[in-house]
């Protein structure tokens, strides 16, 4: 099984370049959420999604754009690359019918913003 | 706004000793709380749910508790093995995800 998988794995951009980072899911999941994480601290919720054609920002959404166009795929972009987005991102995915249900988490991307 | 706390940062036992790691949380109206595991450059290994409802949750060697009116989980490993060295993660999910710091275990042979 895929479950969550996440493209690509690895990337480094210059300052104001711009990006896509793609999450791939196949468990039929409804909500979808995108993490980042830095040295020391836990995992921050940048957007996250409750279905196909919504998003809503988390805690952290400054500089950075989603989409949901299909129920399996959730992209985060990033329009101009700084600094303080090197980071970890991780993505994951939640069935629906209520919070009590766990997230599964892809592998990461890490990216480096120089 | 939920807040979640691991304490210690850091914690280094010799092989075969027990392991309490700790979790505290801010705000009592949760789902559940999810324990995960994180080797050094890799994703995140759930490692136990707990619902709300629960007290406690067992696998293996981990066993983790929850007590919601006091805002604490505790996770317990026993026997730990040099295997055992990783980054300890938890997460509070009221409407969404909210983690601590983690707590990083270091098992000497």
């Known amino acids: 099984n895929a479950g969550v998988t996440q493209t690509p794995k690895f990337r480094v951009l210059k300052t104001g370049q711009s990006m896509t980072l793609l999450c791939a899911q196949d468990m039929n999941h409804e909500y979808m959420y995108w993490y980042r994480q830095d040295p020391g601290m836990g995992l921050r919720l940048i957007h996250y999604?409750?279905?196909?054609?919504?998003?809503a920002k988390g805690e952290v959404p400054d500089g950075y754009n989603v989409s949901r166009l299909k129920k399996q795929n959730f992209l985060l972009g990033l329009e101009s690359a700084a600094p303080s987005q090197t980071s970890v991102y991780f993505c994951a995915s939640k069935s629906a019918g209520g919070g009590s249900y766990e997230q599964y988490f892809g592998p990461g991307t890490r990216l480096t913003v120089t | 706004k939920q807040e979640v706390t691991q304490i210690p940062a850091a914690l280094s036992v010799p092989e075969g000793e027990n392991l309490v790691l700790n979790c505290s949380f801010t705000?009592?109206?949760?789902?559940?709380l999810q324990w995960f595991r994180q080797d050094p450059g890799k994703g995140l290994t759930s490692l136990l749910l707990i619902q709300s409802s629960q007290r406690e949750q067992t696998s293996g060697r981990l066993n983790a508790s929850l007590d919601k009116s006091s805002g604490r989980s505790t996770l317990y490993i026993a026997a730990s093995q040099p295997g055992d060295s990783a980054t300890y993660l938890c997460?509070?999910?009221?409407?969404?995800?909210?983690f601590g710091a983690g707590t990083t275990v270091t098992v000497r042979a």
């Open positions: 999604s409750v279905g196909e054609g919504t998003t």
């Open positions: 705000d009592s109206a949760i789902y559940n």
């Open positions: 997460a509070v999910n009221d409407y969404k995800l909210s």
